[in-house]
């Protein structure tokens, strides 16, 4: 199937073409047609599974070919991020796929200066991509005027509950135009987005691109049992043992990422941190420099690494489990895009069992366990039944276990219990939407 019999027009087939899409993913197959004809949509998607092209492509030709130009302050095409890193990508994918066409898209989101993006909105814009604080924040100040919405999309709607919008996305909710068209986006469907959906979306057509709550099929999950305080000498063995090309980590705190951090720069390796203390422009900064592979490992928090688009990126680190399970999907959803091979590693102490079996009973699987030899755990990491819960305690018991550190010395540097993976993993080149030629004005 082509995009051309979706029914897209010529500008926007052009510009897919130099970004060398050929063929829809599974969700753009099902989303750009509804779109196209206006339906609301509520639809299951995961980051990597293409659905940001699901609802720019449709969302600009709809703009292009119908409505008014937008008047001052006005937008017609809203679209709401949870962090300010997925609102600048999403703008980039709707420059890049929307460079023939004269529409006009800008991101806006908290942490930077306001005047800028107040100026912006003067002339009006066609698509506004905002996270929901800082768009009421112009709202309440006038700068931007909803009169004129079009379209509301909610994109990664699962995250920005949770990470406490839910007062905002009323309040915008209440000031938008009743009739308009309504796209919602979320990799799981919980109870809470449900019950958001029944209250914005009108008769909605429903996908399930991947079964929600289901990590991408792609990735290759295993799991390394280690005792709490040997995970930084593990990851920093296993990235020079396993011959690691670009990691990216995930670490529960702020102090966690700069202290794994610290300890990867004294060993010469070049790392970088983004999280919700740094500010801004070093988070863009640090996500520039692993993209153009000046950084080899990045590590984030869960807040902060939301929406990363980093191409086909073969290795995702838990070097924490994530609190909340369903981020550990968001987490492995860095990882296998659009179809490719990724791997994620999680390294898993004793303190997090009963996590771990909270993310086995969401993703509905058991993980296969391994130990790296010389690193076994002296607090066992319990078992987990199929359905997730954890079958006994976990043991606080005091190591002095027989060989203890050096109990794998027999087959050093081996991996007990699964299969090496294929060392010397790099970066696979795949294409992101590029830096777009400038919209003109309308
Ligand atoms: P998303 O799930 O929207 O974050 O997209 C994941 C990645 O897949 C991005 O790097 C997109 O540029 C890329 N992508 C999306 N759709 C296609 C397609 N039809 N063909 C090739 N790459 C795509």
């Not at 590693?345 to 391994?370: K, P, Y």
């Amino acid at each position: 199937m082509s995009f051309a019999s979706l029914g897209l027009a010529d500008p926007l087939l052009q510009a897919l073409a130099t970004l060398g899409y050929t063929t829809p993913t599974p969700v753009q197959r099902e989303a750009i047609p509804l779109v196209l004809k206006g339906r609301d949509l509520m639809a299951a998607a995961q980051t990597g599974t293409g659905k940001t092209a699901g609802f720019a492509l449709p969302l600009l030709q709809r703009l292009a070919t119908e409505g008014r130009a937008a008047a001052s302050n006005a937008v017609r095409a809203l679209v709401l991020v949870p962090t300010r890193e997925l609102a600048e990508q999403v703008n980039e994918s709707f420059r890049a796929y929307g460079q023939h066409l004269a529409l006009r898209s800008y991101a806006v989101y908290g942490g930077v200066s306001i005047n800028p993006q107040m100026m912006k909105l003067r002339k009006g814009l066609d698509v506004v991509v905002a996270t929901p604080g800082r768009l009421l924040d112009l709202h309440r100040q006038n700068a931007v005027k909803f009169g004129q919405v079009e379209t509301l999309v909610l994109d990664e709607a699962d995250r920005m509950l949770d990470l406490g919008f839910a007062k905002e996305l009323n309040a915008i909710f209440a000031a938008l135009p009743r009739r308009r068209q309504t796209l919602l986006f979320s990799a799981t469907f919980s109870d809470a987005i449900r019950s958001l959906a029944g209250g914005i979306l009108a008769d909605p057509a429903v996908i399930e691109a991947s079964p929600p709550n289901t990590a991408a099929r792609t990735v290759k999950q295993q799991v390394v049992t280690v005792d709490k305080k040997r995970k930084p000498e593990l990851f920093c063995h296993l990235l020079k043992r396993r011959r690691w090309g670009q990691v990216l980590v995930f670490v529960k705190t702020r102090k966690g990422v700069e202290q794994l951090v610290a300890t990867l720069l004294a060993q010469g390796i070049a790392a970088d941190a983004i999280h919700g203390d740094k500010p801004q422009a070093g988070r863009l900064r640090a996500l520039e420099r692993f993209k153009a592979a000046e950084v080899q490992v990045l590590v984030a928090t869960d807040v902060a690494a939301r929406g990363l688009d980093i191409d086909d990126l073969p290795l995702v680190v838990n070097f924490d489990l994530p609190i909340v399970a369903e981020d550990y999907i968001h987490r492995i959803g860095r990882t296998g895009r659009a179809g490719n091979r990724g791997e994620a590693l999680s390294l898993v102490c004793a303190d997090e069992v009963n996590l771990l079996g909270a993310i086995e009973n969401l993703t509905r699987q058991t993980f296969q366990r391994g130990e790296e030899a010389g690193f076994e755990p002296d607090h066992r990491v319990p078992p987990t039944g199929p359905a997730g819960q954890v079958l006994s305690k976990p043991k606080k018991s005091k190591p002095a276990k027989a060989g203890g550190r050096g109990a794998g010395k027999g087959v050093p540097g081996n991996w007990v219990g699964f299969d090496a993976p294929a060392a010397g993993a790099g970066r696979r080149g795949r294409q992101r939407p590029g830096k777009p030629a400038k919209a003109g004005p309308r």
